[in-house]
Structures are given as C-alpha cells and as structure tokens.
C-alpha cells in the first residue's frame, strides 16, 4: 500500500506502557457516535438505537475487529479535536453535524485514551462510510446489534460503561 494512503501525524507513533505498546506519542482518542429515538414525552432524548461502528483492516492492530474510528492525537490538539478529525478522516463523519456530549478516559500513565461521546444533531441525518483504507467498512449498527459482531478488545471492555454515560445523558 502506498504511504500516500494513509493520512500521516506528528503524532503517530508507539508508546510502550509496561509490557505491551498503544498507539498515539501524545495519546489516542475515538468518536462513538450514537443515534438515538426520538425524544420521549417532556422533552427527554429517547434511548441510543444505533452508533457508528468501523470494520478495522486487517492490517491494523486488532485487525477485523470492530470499534470506533479514532487514532492518535497530534501535537496541540485536544483529544475531541483528535477524535472529530480521525472520525472525518475515516470515516467521512462532518464534525458540525454532532454535538459532543461527554468524555471517557482510559488513563495508562504514559498514555491515554480518550472516548469522545457524540450525537447527531437533531434532524440530521449524518452519512458515514469507509474514507480510507484503515477501514474495510463504516457503518451505523443498530445498537441490539453491536454484540453480535467481533468486538474490539477495549472497545468491549468499555462497551457497557459508555453506554450508561450515554444514558446518563438523558
């Protein structure tokens, strides 16, 4: 695969964290976007019904896992501006077409992760799909769904709790 493929940052590097090694010099971060019913009776957002969900290459570290789009964070850019510019890059999410509701951290240390929970706007219909070839597909998953797929390890390991900050959100 040509390097012009692949969208290339300061930042992209490995971090050694005791025995094993993350992506990101300056750490990581992913956009779980999520879709939800609409709103129930008084105003309050109706539950998560379906998120966005990337197919990784083969290539890629857990390769044919699904997760989040996301990937290390640049040299003075917050990890909501790493996550929002990953999940354009990867999967063609248009930044101004979700509202950030919350963050998860996953603190190493020397290195972190950081979940940046989103929604569509209101009405808005945001269109995803696969924008470079870190991704064999991008889709919305119908959230009854997402279990039944070859999940990402950390991606499943955090799956249940960023579910209840989403619900949190309500």
């Known amino acids: 695969m040509s390097g012009t493929l692949h969208h290339r940052h300061p930042g992209d590097g490995w971090v050694q964290c005791g025995d094993?090694?993350?992506w990101g010099l300056h750490g990581a971060a992913g956009l779980f976007l999520v879709r939800r019913a609409p709103p129930a009776p008084g105003g309050r957002p109706g539950r998560v019904t379906e998120v966005v969900l990337q197919?990784?290459?083969?290539?890629?570290?857990?390769?044919?896992?699904?997760?989040?789009?996301?990937g290390a964070v640049a040299p003075g850019e917050t990890p909501t501006q790493g996550a929002l510019r990953e999940a354009a890059e990867e999967a063609g999410v248009d930044p101004a077409s979700v509202r950030v509701v919350a963050e998860h951290v996953l603190d190493h240390g020397v290195w972190t992760y950081t979940t940046v929970l989103a929604e569509t706007l209101e009405g808005r219909r945001t269109h995803v799909s696969a924008t470079d070839p870190e991704s064999i597909e991008v889709r919305w998953v119908p959230v009854d769904d997402v279990a039944g797929l070859d999940l990402h390890p950390a991606f499943a390991a955090s799956l249940p709790h960023l579910m209840t900050l989403l619900d949190d959100q309500r």
């Open 55 to 70: 197919h990784r290459a083969t290539w890629s570290h857990h390769g044919g896992t699904w997760g989040i789009p996301g």
């Open 20 to 22: 094993h090694q993350h």
